[in-house]
């Protein structure tokens, strides 16, 4: 009874450091101090294969001169990149495809068929069919493709243009009877996509595949696989919209010298949150935010390359003035390294939420944007208004935009929503992404908070900092 005591009265006092005291905080607390002793149940929570977990990458590419081509030539960028990377991030296997029925399952993959969304149709056959290029021809010609009978495809490529607010869905075109491709590639614009699902990989695996295809498609283009032919083809038709795509507003740009670190960045986030979240008020703290985090020692060479945990972090506020920056940046570090260690908060609810005795696919109905709404209060301070991620890779890739779904979607009753802030970074060069629904959800939404941002970002005290 002591030990419980002292876990359950250690866990709130966590929830109450970043959002105040509530009397719920116990009723939580108390539950999770109970199961968290529990064995731990197999069975990755955080996602269950749904629409919301989508994300993309994605940077500037010259459009192809011969696009059927370019999909193809992708594709085996693809399929050469996964088995590179297949077996080096630790649970995330990508030779993989999906199998969604009361929960959603990994199955492996011989990386054999590709799909091809054109249009209306989705051409399905095996990457090194030689008669590929003719059925991709008569689909843009407007010919039915035959009902594929063969394995479930690693890889949905889209071939046209897709709006960059539901891009991250494109894997989705060649799902059929619940079964599909976690990986799509695309284009939205200027930018080459490459979409995935977070049941399979993270965001450090993510960007290190996307600059893998990129190296594997210059090579291509410098003749390894292509025939450096130039086909006429009718013009391509509009790709047909993904069903259950949910839009977001995104806004990106390169960033120029040092990337922005991860700490000043949330300092940031959490001062327009508060603004956004309470103007005129006297709120003690911002709303939440999460801060997605590496688990293990800093000096494990393979922590990135796990699956992250999260840690959550707010700003205070006094008289509707905020901390200083270095007040943060110690609580909020301390915070990251309790994470890392597995004893903080986060790392703890979830090894409850493993434990607890429940239905796999229930227990990750809670990690979702779906989530019933009587969780609300608690996922306003578990998943936060706000998730700031700084992805820094060892693979060259060119400045890139992120974009994945935030913790909730913004309704008539909570107009706020929530946002991703993302920066991509490989050493050289990095790109920061603003996306979201609600404050975010339209481009100029996400616009204008990149903006503003990137103002706070550059105050003096704030800009060394960041470049240090």
Same mark, same amino acid.
Not at 82 to 85: S, Y
Not at 185 to 207: I, M
Not at 217 to 236: C, D, I, P
């Given at each position: ?7 359950? /009265? ?13 009397? !719920? ?5 108390g539950?999770?101090?109970? /199961? ?14 749904e629409?919301?977990? $989508? ?12 696009p059927?081509?370019d999909?193809?030539?992708?594709? @085996?960028?693809?399929?050469?990149a996964?088995?590179?990377?297949h ?16 929960r959603?399952?990994?199955? *492996?993959s ?12 989705c051409?399905i ?30 890889v ?12 991250? %869905? ?6 059929? $009877?619940?079964?599909?491709?976690w ?18 990989? $993270?965001?450090?695996? %993510? ?9 594997l ?12 032919? %130039? ?20 806004a ?32 003690r ?6 801060? *997605?985090v ?7 060479p393979?922590?990135?390359r ?26 909020a570090?301390?915070?990251?390294? !309790? ?11 979830? /090894? ?11 227990k ?38 992120a ?11 909570? *107009?706020l929503g ?10 050289? @060069?990095?790109a ?14 996400a ?22």
């Open positions: 009874m002591r030990s419980w005591i002292r876990r359950a /009265a250690e866990l709130r006092g966590e929830l109450a450091a970043v959002a105040g005291d509530d009397p !719920r905080w116990w009723l939580l607390a539950g999770a101090a109970i /199961a968290e002793r529990w064995p731990p149940r197999p069975g990755y929570l955080v996602s269950d294969a629409p919301g977990t $989508d994300t993309f990458i994605g940077h500037r590419a010259a459009p192809p001169a011969d059927l081509r999909a193809i030539d992708r594709a @085996r960028a693809a399929r050469a996964l088995r590179e990377l077996g080096t991030l630790p649970g995330q296997p990508l030779a993989v495809t999906i199998a969604r029925g009361a959603a399952i990994l199955e *492996p011989a990386l054999d068929a590709a799909a091809f969304a054109i249009g209306r149709y051409v056959a095996a990457l090194d069919d030689p008669t590929l290029p003719a059925q991709l021809a008569a689909a843009v010609r407007g010919t039915a493709p035959p009902r594929w009978r063969g394995p479930t495809p690693f949905c490529v889209s071939i046209g243009d897709d709006p960059i607010e539901t891009a991250r %869905h494109g894997h989705r075109r060649a799902w059929r $009877d619940g079964r599909g491709p990986l799509g590639l695309g284009r939205a614009g200027e930018l080459a996509t490459v979409s995935t699902c977070h049941l399979v990989v $993270d965001g450090y695996g %993510h960007a290190s595949l996307t600059g893998r295809i990129h190296a498609l210059e090579a291509a283009a410098r003749g390894a696989w292509s025939h450096a032919h %130039h086909a006429h083809h009718a013009a391509l038709p509009p790709l047909a919209p993904v069903a259950g795509a949910v839009p977001l507003g995104v990106w740009q390169e960033l120029v010298g040092p990337g922005v670190r991860a700490l000043p960045l949330a300092y940031a986030v959490g001062r327009l949150l508060h603004r956004a979240a309470a103007p005129g008020a006297g709120a703290f911002s709303p939440t935010l999460q801060i *997605p590496a688990p293990g020692r800093l000096d494990d393979e922590r990135r796990r699956r992250a945990t999260a840690a959550i972090v707010s700003v205070r506020f006094a008289a509707g003035e905020p901390e200083p920056l270095e007040r943060f940046e110690a609580r570090r301390d915070v990251l390294q !309790r994470e890392t260690q597995g004893v903080g908060l986060c790392a703890r609810l979830l /090894a409850a939420a493993s434990a607890a005795p429940a239905p796999l696919a229930w990750r109905r809670g990690f979702s944007a779906a989530r019933p709404r009587w969780l609300d209060r608690v996922s306003d301070v578990l998943g936060g208004r706000a998730c700031v991620s700084r992805i820094r890779i060892e693979t060259a890739l060119p400045p890139s935009c974009v994945s779904s935030p913790s909730r979607l913004a309704s008539p009753g909570d *107009p929530a946002c991703v802030v993302t920066v991509v970074d490989d050493g050289d @060069r990095a920061i992404t603003v996306c979201g629904s609600g404050l975010a959800g339209s481009s100029a939404g616009r204008g908070l990149l903006d503003d941002l990137l103002a706070l970002t550059a105050e003096p005290g704030v800009l060394r900092r960041a470049m240090t």
